[in-house]
């Protein structure tokens, strides 16, 4: 248990609907992290969030949209996904954007159909 | 842009056996570099560091040497065990910081 919290686990939708992915985290972080796992490929960075703010969005289109409340949650809102955005997203969190060391959620498979 | 390139796996190995994860990295300047593990079902957790060059991160029996002459960090273990099985990532963070640049994963498998 690392305590970053993602839900859901799994996730399967159509390229027309609207989901959300959910990460809180427990660890009194003020960094958080999206980020994208797909197969043979590297860990691909989405959007970084310091005490709220965005400080990094990685040039992700914009059929992903991040929505950071407080530094204990971040949400990745999804609509009229594509098939190749099947991934597993995974979480992280760490004290502060000088810190390298994330604390990473189990993640959200997604399958879009 | 800053890279890391690790061997494809899947590696599998029998238990006890000797363990080597290569690992090379293009980058500017000095980064600071890093393994991360993925149990299965889990998200990455830090397995170890290095700051600068000749530095050697260890933990849980795992070792990797920061060697700026050939740009490496391969990942090391003496006896690797079942419950080593997982995914290693290696990544870099340029000066440090939040930024990291990960590899592709390679996966591990140890049989009995």
């Known amino acids: 248990e690392t305590g970053v919290t993602q839900t859901p686990r799994h996730l399967v939708m159509g390229m027309t609907n609207k989901k959300s992915l959910k990460c809180e985290q427990h660890l009194g972080h003020n960094a958080m992290y999206w980020y994208k796992q797909s197969a043979k490929k590297p860990l691909e960075l989405m959007f970084v969030?310091?005490?709220?703010?965005?400080?990094e969005n990685n040039s992700v289109p914009s059929r992903f949209s991040p929505e950071c409340p407080n530094s204990s949650h971040l949400f990745l809102h999804l609509h009229t996904l594509q098939p190749e955005d099947s991934a597993l997203y995974l979480c992280?969190?760490?004290?502060?954007?000088?810190?390298?060391?994330?604390?990473f959620g189990s993640g959200t498979q997604l399958s879009v159909l | 842009g800053d890279s890391v390139t690790q061997m494809e796996g899947p590696v599998t190995l029998s238990e006890e056996a000797f363990l080597t994860i290569n690992c090379t990295y293009t980058?500017?300047?000095?980064?600071?570099l890093f393994w991360y593990v993925q149990y299965p079902g889990e998200g990455l957790q830090l397995l170890l560091k290095a700051t600068k060059a000749d530095d050697k991160g260890s933990n849980k029996g795992f070792e990797a040497t920061y060697r700026k002459e050939t740009t490496s960090f391969h990942l090391e273990k003496g006896s690797v065990q079942v419950s080593d099985s997982a995914v290693y990532f290696c990544a870099l963070s340029p000066g440090g910081g939040n930024k990291l640049t990960f590899g592709t994963g390679t996966q591990l498998k140890v049989e009995l």
């Open positions: 992280a969190s760490s004290p502060g954007v000088a810190n390298e060391k994330l604390f």
């Open positions: 980058a500017t300047g000095y980064p600071s």
């Open positions: 969030y310091n005490f709220k703010e965005q400080t």
